[in-house]
C-alpha cells in the first residue's frame, strides 16, 4: 500500500497546427482552458497528498481535467511540470508497468477471446508467477466480486455490470499499491450503477489499497469518497469530505455543483446593524446565527451585495417569506419538488409529505400562490465579484 503525492502538478498539450496557426493570428480559441504560448493548459497548480489506504475521488463536469490527472498518476499521459510520488518514490519518468499500480477503465477493456478466468490471470502470467498461486489469486477475486460461476465464459456472454466486476478483479490480483479507477460505472444503467456503488464500497473494506477514483457523477463522488477534489477548468476548486464540500462550499462553483437538485442563488443583500449580521431578501430579513456572526466579525466582512445560496431541501413553506408563484409540481414519492417563480427567477423548494394527507398535497399545484422562508443556518453567502464563500 502507499500513499499519492502531487506537488504543483501541471499539463499542457501542445498546440496543433490549426489552433497554432489561429493563436499566431490572434484569434480565440474555443476553450475554456488557459491558453499559454506552449499549448493549452489542462491541469494546474494540482498539489494533493493521498494517505495510505485512502479513498479520493475526483469529481466534475466533462473536460475539467481528472481524467488526465489520473492517466498522469498512471503513467499514460506525461507530466509537463511538477512532481509525482507513490510512497517516497518520484515517478514522472517511471514507465506505468514499473508503478505498481492497477487501472479500471470505463470501457471494460477485457479480451474478447479469452474466458474470464483467462482474463483475471492474464497479467499475472506476465510475471511469470507460479500456476498455484494465480490459480489461488484468480479464485480469491472472483469470490470477492461474485463471479466464481462466470470465470469459464467469455466477455460477451457477460452483463454490463458482470464485465465490469472482472475488470475490477483484473486489477485486483495484481495487490497493486494503487488502484486507478476512470469513470468505471458510466457505461451501466442506474439500477446496477446503485448496486455496483455498493460493491465498491465492500471492495475497499476487503482489500484495503489507495484508491483514486474519477467521475463526474456527484452521488458516486459523495457515496464512495473519503475526501472528494473538485474541478473545473483544470484547477482544484475545492477538497474535503462529503460532508465539508456539502455543508461548506469554498465558492459559487462548489456550492452549484454539489447537491440534486442544485442550491437556489439569489441576489440578496448582507446588512450589519450594531454588529449583527443579517441576510435581506425581497423585503424578507434573516438574522445569521452565532457561528456565521463570529466568523463574518473575525474577517471584518462589511455590508454588501451578495449572492444568497439556500438548497432546495432547506427552503420551507410559511405564512411569512418570499411571495411566489407555483409553475410546476414534481411528485417524488416521499416529497413534492415545487419549481416556483420568486424575484423573477426559477426557484426550487422541495417539500416533505410523509405527514400530508392528500388534499394537502393536491394543493400544491399549478398557479397556487405559496410563501417561502428559510433559517440563518441554512444561508451560504457569496461575494458578488470573487465568488468565493464569504463565512469559510
Given at each position: 500500500m502507499a500513499t499519492v503525492t502531487l506537488k504543483n502538478i501541471k499539463k499542457v498539450y501542445p498546440f496543433n497546427g490549426d489552433?497554432?496557426?489561429?493563436?499566431?493570428?490572434?484569434?480565440?480559441?474555443?476553450t475554456n482552458l488557459e491558453v499559454t504560448e506552449d499549448g493549452i493548459v489542462a491541469v494546474q497548480e494540482f498539489n494533493l497528498e493521498i494517505k495510505d489506504k485512502e479513498f479520493i475521488v475526483l469529481v466534475g463536469p466533462s473536460g475539467c481535467g481528472k481524467s488526465t490527472t489520473l492517466r498522469m498518476i498512471a503513467g499514460l499521459e506525461e507530466i509537463s511540470d511538477g512532481d509525482l510520488f507513490i510512497g517516497d518514490k518520484r515517478v514522472n519518468d517511471v514507465a506505468p508497468k514499473d508503478r505498481d499500480i492497477a487501472m479500471v477503465f470505463q470501457n471494460y477493456a477485457l479480451y474478447?477471446?479469452?474466458?474470464?478466468?483467462?482474463?483475471?490471470?492474464?497479467?499475472l502470467k506476465l510475471r511469470n508467477a507460479p500456476k498455484d498461486e494465480i490459480d489461488k489469486k484468480v479464485k480469491e477475486a472472483a469470490e470477492i466480486l461474485d463471479i466464481t460461476q462466470y470465470l469459464g465464459r467469455k466477455p460477451k456472454a457477460l452483463s454490463g455490470g458482470q464485465r465490469q466486476r472482472v475488470?475490477?478483479?483484473?486489477?485486483?490480483?495484481?495487490?497493486?499499491?494503487?488502484m486507478l479507477m476512470d469513470e468505471p460505472l458510466s457505461n451501466l444503467d442506474a439500477k446496477l450503477r446503485n448496486q455496483m456503488r455498493a460493491e465498491i464500497i465492500k471492495l475497499?473494506?476487503?482489500?484495503?489499497?489507495?484508491?483514486i477514483y474519477v467521475?463526474?457523477?456527484?452521488?458516486?463522488a459523495m457515496t464512495l469518497g473519503d475526501r472528494i477534489v473538485i474541478m473545473s477548468n483544470g484547477h482544484i476548486q475545492q477538497i474535503g469530505t462529503p460532508h465539508e464540500v456539502f455543508s461548506r462550499p469554498a465558492n459559487l462553483y462548489v456550492a452549484g455543483f454539489i447537491g440534486s437538485p442544485q442550491m437556489n442563488f439569489f441576489d440578496a443583500k448582507l446588512l450589519k446593524k450594531d454588529g449583527v449580521y443579517s441576510?435581506?431578501?425581497?423585503?424578507?430579513e434573516v438574522v445569521l446565527p452565532e457561528e456565521k456572526q463570529a466568523l463574518l466579525t473575525e474577517k471584518g466582512v462589511e455590508e454588501q451585495e451578495i449572492t444568497l445560496g439556500v438548497r432546495p431541501e432547506h427552503i420551507v413553506l410559511s405564512e411569512n417569506g418570499v411571495g411566489a408563484n407555483i409553475e410546476v409540481s414534481e411528485m417524488m414519492g416521499s416529497s413534492v419538488h415545487?419549481?416556483?417563480?420568486?424575484?423573477?427567477?426559477?426557484?426550487?423548494?422541495?417539500?416533505?409529505?410523509?405527514?400530508?394527507n392528500d388534499s394537502e398535497v393536491a394543493e400544491?399545484?399549478?398557479?397556487?400562490?405559496?410563501?417561502?422562508?428559510?433559517?440563518?443556518?441554512?444561508?451560504?453567502?457569496?461575494?458578488?465579484?470573487?465568488t468565493k464563500n464569504l463565512i469559510y
Open positions: 489552433d497554432l496557426k489561429k493563436v499566431k493570428k490572434g484569434e480565440q480559441l474555443k474478447p477471446h479469452m474466458t474470464v478466468y483467462e482474463n483475471l490471470a492474464f497479467a475488470a475490477i478483479g483484473r486489477a485486483i490480483v495484481r495487490d497493486p499499491q494503487v475497499r473494506q476487503r482489500i484495503n489499497t489507495t484508491f467521475t463526474h457523477d456527484q452521488t458516486e441576510v435581506l431578501l425581497d423585503g424578507y415545487l419549481h416556483v417563480n420568486a424575484v423573477e427567477q426559477d426557484v426550487i423548494i422541495i417539500v416533505n409529505t410523509i405527514d400530508m400544491l399545484s399549478q398557479g397556487k400562490e405559496v410563501r417561502f422562508s428559510f433559517s440563518g443556518n441554512n444561508c451560504h453567502l457569496f461575494d458578488k465579484e470573487t
